[in-house]
């Protein structure tokens, strides 16, 4: 294997003698004509990966369920070579290609997994605001309590950012290069755990994710403060909603991004212009202040029902509901209907989407499905006909007239 990789290298590298195996030459031509097409060129000091189309598989052997297949130049079959993996490939999985590279010495294989999901119908959203102060500010509508994350990352970036500059009075500037990456990776680190975190959330509470759109995040908190831009333009947002949408991926989660410009300017409760102060929002219109990140996680919870009316993403739960349910109220001009004015093609009313988001925010365990139907029966006046105790707990305690049937 050390022989077929060290030629492998040295062809990349323009030597035309080496004996490899037929696939393996045709691969790295194909990579450097890749090369030429984009204008890069070859490092001499750098090893390339190894690419191995399906080169992965499963067997029942004692050792490790977990084979590598290396087509190696005048083996014939090439050699197989069991692998230990850093988690569990999971079933129904398909290995696609896989990369083999050497680092110190020691080889290593990165394979790529490819697994059909259904996308899964969505009763609740879950959104999620990024911010300095807290890398990630989550507000369901299932429970309305706000998480956040970022604790352990500020740790991280203020240790580092001490380090870095107790070194530089030193004059130690290779070390100061050196612990970059160091940080890179305990915040990565974090990235993973926290993203992991909100998916697994939105799995279990079948939720569609929304998150602020990245464009223009870096004009937040409108560049004041030194403390504040150095925090600002280091921190990974992007990694960090690839991460996201990555693993929403593999568990059939939607992630919607919605505009978050003014998400952090706005007032949530009244819509007003407020300003932001130290981790603060203060509200001209109706006098109240906000943690300034919650305030925001609320503008983009709204925002992200708004999309998902239109979208006509969220689903009832079948599972829990009886068909019929999706005719429950009498709307004045079309009775019976199945879609309340603006659910799907038009834009839905945004008072309207305003009290079912107060009506969220003032009872437990309504989705936000029912919290529309229950703000729709409250504008028109009419009776609430649900076949659903939670929806006409809820009624009563709005005091909007609901009946069971
Ligand atoms: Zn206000």
Redesign the pocket.
Known sequence: MNREYENYQRYIKGDRSVELYSATKQQADRFLARLRKTGGSIDPEKEYPLLLRRGVYKAETKLTPYWIKIPVYGVKGGINIPIGVSEPIPDGAGMKQAELIRRDGVFYVYMVVEKEVGERGAQNVIAVDLGIRHTATVLGTRDMHPKFYGKEVRCIRAHFFRLRRTLQKKGAYGAVKKIGSHEKRAVNNYLHVYAKRIVEEAFRTNSVIVVGRLKGIRMRGGGKGRVFQRRLSSFPFYRFVEYLKHKAAWLGVKVIEVSEAWASQT?H????K?FRFGGYFY?S????EYNADYNGVCNILKRGIGQDLSQGLLRPDTAHHEPGRMRTVQSSNEPGTANPPGWRGCQPELDLLDSAFNIIAITSGVTIYDAVYIALAQQTGDKLLTRDRKQKKAADRLKIKAELF
């Not at 219109?285 to 109240?288: E, I, P, R, Y």
């Open positions: 007032c409760n009244c819509g007003c407020g509200c219109g109706c006098g109240h």
